[in-house]
């Protein structure tokens, strides 16, 4: 038995059709799981889906409006890029409420885990890039309005910037100055010791966060979204960077947030498109490179005592059993280090 439980709904399947997204990931997981002996039945927890209050937390009524009554016009369907369909709303209604659990269960178990989510790239107003409605701001939004937190921190492994996140609690942070940093164009860790690396990360870091949601993204600088509204933290990173650099970076943005920043729950998005087999991302890491982030985020979080909720959001790789075993290997990151000294 693991040590936390697994958030799944054989409905987190997204009815999309034929689709770079492969919808069955969900169910592959939950199956891989099983089959491998790496979780049991009564692991599982079935989500509800989110009530239309909850997503009103963080999506403007006249968005969620339009989900609700399929009216969406044609460009906002476009932007979206994926298929509308009634029962898409419900799948994505049903993600946010799995979002929600994943994070309760974050606080009484130190680590909750949703098989789907991360819909990073919504927006209050609209949806874009795959994602309807943004499922982790809504559990924030949610255990912020129950007291159950009141400060979070995200941290966004996707191999594309949590654009949506970025804007949604771009309100909640306070205006300082940049601290230094060498651009994407500049970079060749290659050339840098780790004091030097640890010293030159190549993204923005914006310095002190006084509201309640620090956002941190890690993505491929030369990718979607074109436009990228500022993280608290952002690391732009250059294409082809590998597992050591990658890693070197993730634990300069870690560990300068956490300087920053107390958060009462961290949203690890843990994207499996970093892979360097991805189809639409631009990074090369391996299967154990990746791995090793999930370790690194959960042995963060839990030298910290920071309860940890995760999401899978993207994972493109040309056979999709690569991306299974990405996502299944977060699962066993978290039961390693979480095991630990229980
Ligand atoms: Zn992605």
């Known amino acids: 038995m693991l040590p936390f439980k697994l958030v799944y709904s054989d409905a987190y399947f997204l009815p999309i059709g034929e689709h770079v997204f492969p919808a069955e990931k969900y169910r592959r997981i939950r199956d891989r ?15 509800e889906p989110a009530n239309d209050q909850d997503i009103l937390l963080v999506h403007k009524p006249e ?6 009554t399929g009216t969406l016009s044609p460009r906002e369907e476009m932007e979206l890029e994926v298929p ?6 419900k799948a994505f209604w049903l993600a946010a409420g799995g979002s929600i659990l994943a994070a309760r269960q974050a606080l009484t178990d130190g680590v909750g885990i949703s098989i789907g989510g991360g819909f990073h790239h919504a927006f209050p107003d609209h949806g874009e890039g795959f994602c309807m409605i943004h499922d982790v701001a809504v559990a924030i939004r949610r255990l912020q309005r129950d007291d159950k937190i009141r400060t979070a921190m995200t941290v ?7 654009n949506g996140t970025a804007a949604i609690f771009a309100g909640t942070r306070t205006a300082s100055a940049l601290l230094p940093s060498a651009g994407a164009s500049t970079l060749d860790s290659s050339s840098l010791s780790s004091s030097q690396r640890s010293s030159a990360l190549p993204g923005k870091i914006r310095g002190a966060h006084a509201g ?4 941190i993204s890690l993505h491929q600088h030369n990718n979607y979204p074109i436009w990228k509204p500022p993280s608290s933290i952002d690391v732009d990173l250059p ?7 990658y890693l070197a970076w993730l634990d300069n943005a870690l560990s ?22 991805d189809q ?5 890491l391996t299967i154990a490179g990746l791995k090793q982030r999930d370790e690194l985020v959960f042995r963060v979080a839990r030298a910290r005592s920071i309860p940890v909720m995760v999401t899978f959001a993207g994972g493109y790789a040309r056979h999709v059993e690569d991306t299974v075993t990405i996502h299944c290997n977060t699962i066993i990151a978290a039961k390693e280090v979480f095991e630990m000294g229980k």
Do not use: W
Not at 40 to 47: R, V
Not at 156 to 162: A, I, L, P, R
């Open 212 to 215: 309640e949601v620090f956002t």
């Open 256 to 277: 300068s947030g956490l300087r920053q920043f107390e958060p009462d729950l961290m949203c690890y998005i843990a994207g499996a498109d970093p892979y360097r087999e």
């Open 33 to 47: 799981l099983l089959a491998e002996g790496i979780a049991e039945a009564n692991d599982f927890l079935e989500p």
């Open 84 to 89: 509308f369909s009634p029962e898409l709303v």
């Open 280 to 284: 639409l991302g631009g990074l090369a």
């Open 156 to 162: 966004d492994c996707d191999v594309h910037q949590g």
């Open 63 to 68: 968005y969620v409006h339009k989900l609700k």
């Open 239 to 245: 294409d082809g960077i590998g597992d050591d650099d």
